[in-house]
């Protein structure tokens, strides 16, 4: 992810850092290359402007331009706001187990987003990073494959998954999964709901409902990272229609541009937890704000 982004980047700083002294045109023009560069990366539009604009102020207000080393402060800058843009502070990206067991997780999302081995991933590293009994369910009644794969990535993931009683909908298995959940011990359940190819009112109505049944502590978004600004745009409806409380980016191992982590926060105001970095079941990774800047930067 943001290798493009984090070349043109660095070309422009290496010029700015070779210049020593520099005039606030220097500043503007550098600016000017950092807007094209995020746009390019497919950023949000609101999101570049306010990136730039951010910059710009605190560049003219610590006086860049008479400091000993301007090239380097501009970095600096550039680093900070960008840590920023990206949000979710370590506390906010945790994934929150704060509830009274066995605490529900809510996996929501298109088809095909990563949902599924989502679900398998955050299992495994609940069980093996916090300790957890993690027990899976999935709730997607309408693909006849599904329940069964969440069943095979269960098994991958050497966690429990509720047993498949045919014919079952969906909020019933949600219900059942809670008082099995509640029965064996659990410290978590994970609710694998169905996807659509498209946000449709049945889908997002069966969400509702099984959110209203068992309360979730966490409903993460899982979204594909290469989709980009879709992948924004999507969140933001989630967001608006059932609310969600995080975002798991997935395919990041294939996003060159990386448009989609760089907006997520800002336009939806809710944090990305995790990033999803390949097919296998450990390839899941907490996000940190701080490294993915200084992933960009260098
Ligand atoms: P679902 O329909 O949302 O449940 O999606 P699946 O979990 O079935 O995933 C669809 C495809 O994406 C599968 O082939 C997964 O192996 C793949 N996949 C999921 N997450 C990632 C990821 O982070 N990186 C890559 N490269 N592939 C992924």
């Known amino acids: 992810m943001f290798e493009s982004l984090s070349n043109r980047l660095g070309g422009v700083f290496d010029k700015l850092r070779k210049r020593g002294a520099l005039s606030e045109d220097d500043v503007s023009e550098a600016m000017r290359e950092v807007r094209v560069a995020l ?8 999101v570049v402007k306010d990136f730039v604009k951010k910059v710009k102020e605190r560049a003219v207000g610590q006086e860049v331009i008479k400091s000993v080393t301007p090239g380097q402060m501009v970095v600096k800058i550039v680093n900070d706001v960008l840590v920023e843009t990206l949000g979710a502070d370590d ?3 945790q994934i929150n187990l704060r509830a009274e067991a066995p605490v529900p997780i809510l996996m929501v999302g298109l088809q095909g987003s990563g949902k599924t081995t989502t679900s398998g991933k955050l299992a495994l590293r609940l069980r093996t990073r916090e300790r957890k009994k993690v027990m899976v369910a999935s709730l997607d009644v309408y693909r006849p494959a599904a329940q069964k794969q969440l069943e095979v990535v269960a098994g991958q993931a050497e966690v429990d998954s509720l047993p498949i009683v045919m014919g079952e909908m969906p909020v019933a298995i949600a219900k059942r999964a809670m008082s099995e ?3 064996g011990g659990y410290d978590v359940v994970i609710l694998d709901t169905a996807g659509r190819l498209h946000i449709d009112q049945e889908l997002m ?7 209203d049944a068992v309360k979730p502590a966490e409903t993460l ?3 594909d990272a290469m989709i980009g600004q879709d992948a924004v745009n999507l969140a933001r409806e989630f967001n608006e229609k059932i609310g969600i409380s995080g975002i798991v980016l997935t395919r990041v191992d294939g996003d060159a541009r990386g448009g989609a982590a760089l907006s997520m926060r800002a336009v939806t105001g809710k944090p990305i937890k995790l990033l999803g970095m390949g097919e296998k079941l450990d390839q899941l990774e907490g996000f940190h704000a701080d490294r993915i800047a200084s ?3 260098g």
Not at 205 to 211: G, K, L, M, P, T
């Open 205 to 211: 109505d069966e969400v509702a409902q099984v959110r």
């Open 181 to 183: 959940g509640r029965k």
């Open 39 to 46: 746009l390019e990366a497919d950023v949000a539009l609101p």
């Open 91 to 93: 506390e906010e990206s």
């Open 295 to 297: 992933r960009i930067l």
């Open 221 to 223: 978004l899982v979204t």
